[in-house]
């Protein structure tokens, strides 16, 4: 090439003239392409090379092919790897079309713009001229660079959102999921049917062994119960032969004052000897003196272990008595003062205490006025009957003993100032709150009878809590008898028993 456009310019110089401009244009254009960064600088700013992109079009769809397939080759020329795969056509599989995407979109090109750098560095008089123009020309083909990649991202994407074979791809991929995704539930539809009919089926089994079952144990029964009817019918046949035969030998009784106890003895004998008994009785019926004898050897040995068992039942009997006289004597000996004591003792010695128990009788017995022998057994027996027997709230059964002891000491007083002639306002005072406590008291312990308590329970119902604070107040009036105080502690203390009686069940 160079050669003959060396001669084509001499023809030309020797009818013209000569031509300078024309060997330095060949020149340099020698120098430029004879390298191959050269060739690819001038081939990078073709300016035959078409850089437009199709767009996304409905016309660019349904010509796919033959729209992006030239472009694409045409660009497949800056790639930097030789083996670039094209768009190819419609029977492509999903393979080459993924392969083909993934080249194409990490796609990397030589293509460059140092040919049109605007800046000569040549031309510049000193060096840091030429660097800051080095600077420039650099940034210049980085923007350009960019601005290739973008076009080339941008012609991938265009090409992704019109290929055919794409939208066929997901809706195939769309479908077989669909379709694994309705096996799947066919799967596990028939897996719930299996465990259903295996279920039933085990169900169906169950309950026919369950009606096997009671067939047997109704016919086991049925045979039981006929044994026992056969037995009992011969049982009542032998025990008529062996009554017949005592009462036609008059009970065996010498005179017809025993014969009341005879016969009581014979019923008694009777329901207690075993068939076989009563048959070897029957078998020698015929002979009397061996009948006699045997009859009065099996009422002899019946009538000694009835005999020796209510005795042992009287024993028993006792011995239970005497035990629970014991306990009702170990109680019994705890005064109101004590039990004020022990109370206080178990307050001080809670649970945990080294020795519990042992510590709370010596406490008992160093501070109690009236007993002195408490024992740790005592101890727990009471405590034991205080909470189940005689109530689960001690606080309340203390303050009652508790005043009846200052009521009894009041009256004392009372008494013993009378006796010596004279009373002061303190006592005079103190008389006054005794009987008004003791009133207050009484009127307290005042049972309830069955009207008021029949008039309590119609106004809890005719008054329910949606009335407010004038609730009890006309619960009150409406039973008259009662204050409002009175009805309320009443309510609590049937709430309380009804909670006690649920929490034993």
Known sequence: WYQRRVREAVVSTQSTGVDEEAFTCIQKAYEQLCLIDGKRAYDSVDPMFDNDVPNVTEHNKQNFYKVFGPVIEKNAQWSMNKNV??????????????????????????????????????????????????????????????EEMTRIRLLVDNCYACDPRIKAFNEDRKKRKIEAKLAKQEAYRQEQEALRLQKEEEERLRQEEEQKRQQEEKEKADAEKKERQKQN??????????????????????????????????????????IDD???????????????????????????????KTKENLIKAKQSQEQHKDQSISADKFTPQDIALLVKAVKIY????????????????????????YVNKDIIQKVKNLQSREGDDLKSKVNEQAFDHFEKSQKQR??????????????T??????ENGASKEKKKKLPWSAE?????????????????????DKIAELVGSRTKKDCMRRYKDLVEQIKAKKAKQ
């Not at 809670?350 to 009236?370: C, E, F, K, M």
């Not at 005072?429 to 005794?434: E, G, Y």
């Open 278 to 308: 009563l048959k070897k009785l029957n078998s020698v019926n015929k002979n009397l003196n061996e009948f006699s004898k045997l009859y009065q050897s099996y009422m002899t040995t019946h009538l000694e272990a009835l005999e020796t």
């Open 414 to 427: 009372i008494n013993e100032v009378v006796a010596g002639g004279g009373i002061s306002s303190k006592d």
């Open 350 to 373: 809670p649970p945990g205490t080294v020795n519990r128990w042992n510590t709370i009788a010596d406490y008992l017995n160093q501070h109690s006025a009236v007993c002195k022998n």
């Open 452 to 472: 008021e308590q029949k008039l309590l329970e119609e106004g809890l119902k005719k008054f329910p809590q949606s009335v407010g604070p004038e609730r009890w």
């Open 429 to 434: 005072m103190n008389s006054a709150l005794l």
């Open 233 to 274: 019918k011969l049982l009542k046949a032998e025990r008529k032969k062996v009554r017949d035969c005592v009462k036609n030998n008059k009970y065996f009784c010498k005179g017809d004052d025993n014969v009341v106890k005879a016969m009581e003895n014979m019923e008694v004998l009777l329901q207690g000897l075993a």
């Open 85 to 146: 795969p094209m768009l190819g056509s419609e029977s492509e599989n999903i393979d080459h079309v993924n392969d083909f995407y993934n080249f194409w979109y990490d796609f990397k090109s030589w293509r460059e713009y140092s040919y049109l750098d605007e800046e000569e560095r040549d031309k510049a008089e000193h060096k840091e001229e030429r660097r800051y123009l080095d600077k420039l020309n650099k940034q210049e083909r980085t923007r350009r660079k960019k």
